[in-house]
């Protein structure tokens, strides 16, 4: 048995996709980004009672380098927040859900 297709007959097709907008970010926005991620890995590492050092040490980089991701001063790699958040115990989207609920950017900074 074989299937035959004829060109003349209607063809049911998804819709097109929507184009994708162009959504550059600004250096502030990388900048406050980089800020809340390092936040929540601060308060991750300190609810664990965990050290600078202690991190450091799991992932395989300074401890000076881990205070950097963590004052935002320097930004992360998705391979260096996977063995954070390894080391932290957490999946890698528990740095990106204060991200996720603008709300309460707010209730963090206090």
Known sequence: MSIQYSLSEPQALAAP???LRSAPIDAATTRY???RLGRAMRLRRRMLDLTLQDVASACGVTFQQVHKYEAGLCSVSAAQLWEIATALQVPV???YEILARPQDWRAVEA
């Open 17 to 19: 996709a929507p184009p």
């Open 33 to 35: 980004v980089q800020e």
């Open 93 to 95: 989207a528990y740095f």
